[in-house]
């Protein structure tokens, strides 16, 4: 009988720690999806002036690049997964801190710790989407994006040839243009190296030069204009140079892309984990850059997924900072951090690629940094010891929060 009180309390708090979960579940899940459906919509954002680009210029098919958005999503996918985490459990703990929940909670007898395991639960669920789209999802949609380019510049020799970039898919070739006229569609300082006959290296140099399809015939000419071929014979080791004023380049469709009648070879970033694992293991591949950058695929498959759980602990005590931090300085706090996991990402994808350090460190050394951070941070605040946030980020915040405010209400005045 003298237990029975202790069990009625100690079901009532279970079932009030239970509803308090609910609770944390269903506020995180909002604001989530609109972190997905918002940088979806800036990834479409970002990739309509190029389609329209080659819808308007190159004539390609509006279904063709409907496919090549679709198949390169899963690739973008696996960036947000952990940026969504992070901005959703910021903003929920941000708007309970802010309505004084956190405090009802602690007045309660409820500690920091005990709302951890539905951010936990939240966190693990998504990692364990993230993984699926990063394992299974990320290589399928890399070799289809891929395998649709070629079929797209196939139709249009003008999508293959971007300015700016060495052009390499052609079959035997190598062009380079500086630029194109959007107006007049020139194309300007014009480089290609021709092997394409056995023993023989032509290089053609032109400071402008135009591209003609013969539909007819299946056929691209690339006409240059007042520039130089310099022939090279390897065998007999001779040089040739000839100045035109007019000179044709024919280019056949049907060899676009290297062949694509046969069957394309799979980079690195293309293949699943075993076909990383087979390479990984073969003797053959010797090559330490090769290795390197394979090392770096094969971790990050599964790093960047776990971003998700160590960002999304990272965020609960940024939240929790609202209670002593204005929102905008709690925000500019959680964006510097996350900033920050991308920059050691990319500083890390680099070292390992280069045999700096290993590729294991390169691509887990910012989970764990962010996973110490987060726990450092959840540590004091639970002993009521709240990490102030840095001068020069809270004026830079301020000054980037104020800018976007004139920004918005100069607008909302001119309309």
């Not at 079929?151 to 003008?158: T, V």
């Not at 060495?166 to 070739?173: A, C, E, K, Y």
């Not at 035109?244 to 984990?273: A, H, V």
């Not at 102030?388 to 001119?414: C, D, H, N, W, Y």
Request: proline share 5%.
């Amino acid at each position: 009988m003298l237990n029975m009180p202790f069990n009625l309390f100690s079901n009532g708090y279970m079932k009030f720690t239970t509803i308090i979960s609910r609770h944390i579940i269903r506020e995180l899940i909002s604001p989530f999806v609109v972190s997905l459906l918002f940088l979806s919509f800036i990834f479409l954002m970002a990739k309509i002036p190029e389609f329209t680009n080659m819808i308007v210029n190159h004539n390609a098919s509006v279904v063709s690049l409907f496919l090549l958005l679709i198949f390169s999503f899963p690739r973008f996918l696996e960036f947000i997964f952990p940026m969504s985490v992070m901005i959703s459990v910021m903003l929920t703990f941000m708007r309970m801190a802010g309505d004084n929940e956190i405090i009802a909670l602690k007045g309660g007898g409820v500690s920091l710790y005990r709302l951890l395991p539905p951010i936990l639960l939240f966190c693990t669920v998504v990692t364990g989407i993230a993984f699926v789209v990063s394992i299974a999802a990320v290589p399928w949609s890399k070799h289809a994006v891929e395998n649709k380019t070629m079929e797209i510049a196939q139709s249009s020799l003008g999508i293959a040839l971007q300015p700016q970039v060495f052009n390499t898919d052609i079959q035997g070739m190598m062009i380079y243009i500086s630029g194109v006229d959007s107006g007049t569609k020139k194309l300007n300082d014009v480089f290609i190296e021709d092997s394409r006959t056995k023993d023989m290296v032509v290089i053609s140099t032109a400071p402008e030069g135009i591209l003609v399809l013969n539909k007819a015939l299946k056929l691209y000419t690339l006409r240059l204009y007042n520039g130089r071929i310099n022939r090279v014979n390897i065998s007999k080791g001779s040089v040739n140079t000839i100045f035109f004023s007019s000179y044709d380049i024919n280019i056949d469709l049907r060899r676009i892309l290297k062949n694509p009648n046969t069957q394309r070879k799979k980079e690195l970033d293309e293949m699943n984990l075993a076909e990383l694992k087979k390479f990984i293991d073969d003797p053959a591949n010797s090559n330490t850059a090769d290795l390197n950058e394979a090392l770096m695929e094969f971790h990050g498959k599964f790093s960047l997924p776990f971003a998700c759980l160590c960002l999304g602990i990272l965020a609960f005590p940024l939240g929790i900072q609202s209670v002593s931090l204005k929102r905008s300085s709690g925000f500019g706090l959680g964006l510097f951090f996350f900033i920050i996991y991308y920059i050691l990402f990319a500083v890390g994808l680099s070292a390992g690629e280069s045999g700096a350090y290993p590729p294991f460190i390169g691509m887990w050394l910012p989970d764990f940094i962010m996973l110490s951070i987060g726990i450092y941070l959840l540590h004091r605040n639970v002993q009521e010891r709240p990490v102030k946030m840095p001068l020069f980020i809270l004026k830079g915040t301020k000054t980037f929060i104020s800018q976007v405010r004139f920004t918005f209400g100069r607008k909302k005045a001119e309309k």
